[in-house]
């Protein structure tokens, strides 16, 4: 059951959306040989590192001893992958990567299992996304379960650097650059695709911390026609200057709006959702901007998407994927209807939010009394650590890669 | 004086455009150390190289025995500048630079005078651009006039290697990139600004060649609230695909549409002029996009409205920065009122087009016959040719920055 807002949201940006089309082919140039797991090379790491205490675990600063990469040149396609120690890249400084923006990359996470083991959270999705990506810029496109298979050998030689406990887990980038030595603006002939590991806490230390957001109008994240929904290095810097500005006026992320009806689209670096319950009905519902090519295709998203569909009663929530403007936010907010509002991503998996600054007044989220988020917030974060860490199991989310024991 | 026109498409897009507000304050983090060309310590190349004969330079392939770098850092500002031989990147994968898109770059080029000196053109427009540029996406600033003169003893070192002839240069590729080792996604607080150099020839070896265009809606340069009047990284790897496309279908390059209204914006990677005839009053006009947020600030753009603005004749032309649409081309060419249509940038200075590809036809531009462009964009080549390389004198435009007497 859709609400008014949702029909009528839906309507005004048909004006601006139904005119693009997408970008159906991909000139992925995926030429030479296959990405070949077996071919594997591994040279170890003379000088081991011991882990790092939990507490001095710093998101993305200390890396594993070794890493995977992966070269491909047009000629003749992917070389044997090396895993390696830990290092510089040495590139020219023509490198295709540092003038043109050829660059994509990934973020997902391993953990430690009850039964120590270790399991990634559904990385058949990163690959897939990181393909699309890569597709999108003229980079080489792969064979994405070879590139896990890797990423398990990966985590095996490091696995003593694998974190132990609720919240910590390894964080995996998966990255792909364009290394043509020459400054024409052309398709990349050479490419390298490389994986780094960093044992990362939980996002917030001591449970949730909610977020105060600015709903940003001014500057734009993401364009119909544009690649805001691909996971490229240009989708990153140009939203830094925003954050900062947004963080003088004392808000910590931008919530982003898109069009003259200001759909919300995402917040940060995350997508995000908002929960309403329509107050003549009793109906609650679950919203989610729709994947129109603005949008990042979050696996967490898809994940909080899925398990919403599968575990709220029908007769109680509606989960839709819709334009939803600023304006419903705050109307809705003002008459009791909203409910609760979060952002969704692998680093914090799920952010509550508690304020939107809009107008020059905030937009105020209801929280749990006494606490840092609402209940649905919580119940998604829980069901979401069970499967990752593999106390619930959840068709295939859940992949082990490595054993500990 | 305006056609019918001008009035009309301005009218049109005012709707989009008006409601972006431009990120007026930049939190440009130049602090600590200026950035001093007088600290520079040179590291002469052992192995100097001799030059290519001019027929086998190809743009952005080969470079000369030396480049120029300045490291950055948040605590201690612009370290000495430094010239050493040309030689790799040495950087962590976990560099800034490959993951969020913190890169910005410019284009100039270095010339032979009659009197054997070698001259930059407008380097002060370029540094001005860059730091623009480096400010939007929260790198260092720097003083630019320090930076000319380091290019200086830069080219100084190699000035053997700078070709001679008409049409050849010195093309030099300034560089900032963003260097920090983390992946947590926020400012950088290392940096490297680096220059390499590149002796080219002409971008057409004979003479113009004119190129076919795509007019393109379905895919999105730029828009209001992003960086496209930025020179980023970011705005490069996302144009090849529907450069591909494009190129499937015959043409060479797209011609940019933005918004409902279809304003032509950009052509590839250069900004675009269209010459028309009023066939009622005989009055002619030079048009081009206005600089609203989404167009490249080109400077060969600026330099062409200055030079047509100084040397045609006011009671004969028009010269307009102005919103002109894919319609208001293809109607005008129907009545016979398109004059001529060009490129505008560094590498190719002019580049005349032909036709443009609109809705399964070809729009007609007229060339002069036997010819491969118009006599405007002939002339424009002609007024600026003569000044990049030193035989007309036009204000501080040509910058001589080293000697070979």
Known sequence: MLSAYSATSKKATTSVLCRVIPLYRTFASATGAPLDASKLKITKNPNPSKPKPNDQLVFGKTFTDHMLQIEWTKENGWAAPEIKPYGPLVLDPSAAVFHYGFEAFEGLKAYRTPGNKIALFRPDMNMKRMNKSAARICLPTFNGDEVIKLMGKLIEQDKNLVPQGQGYS???????????????????????????????????KT????????????????????????????????????????????????????GPEKNITEVGTMNVFFAFKDSITGMKELVTAPLDGTILEGVTRDSILALTRQNLDPKEWDINERYCTISEVEERAKKGELLEAFGAGTAAVVSPIKEIGWKGSDIEVPLTPGEQSGPLTKQIASWIADIQYGRTKHGNWSQIVADLN
């Not at 398709?187 to 806490?201: M, W």
Request: hydrophobic share 40%; net charge positive.
């Open 207 to 258: 449970g949730f911390k909610a977020v105060r957001l600015e709903a940003t109008d001014y500057a734009t994240r993401a364009w119909p026609g544009g690649c805001g929904d691909k996971k490229l290095g240009a989708n990153y810097a140009p939203c830094i200057l925003p954050q900062l500005q947004a963080a003088e006026r004392g808000y910590q992320q931008n919530l982003w709006l898109f």
């Open 170 to 204: 390894l964080y995996l980038r998966p990255t792909i650059i364009g290394t043509t030595a020459a400054l024409g603006v052309s398709t990349p002939d050479r490419a390298l695709l490389y994986v780094i590991a960093s044992p990362v806490g939980p996002y917030y």
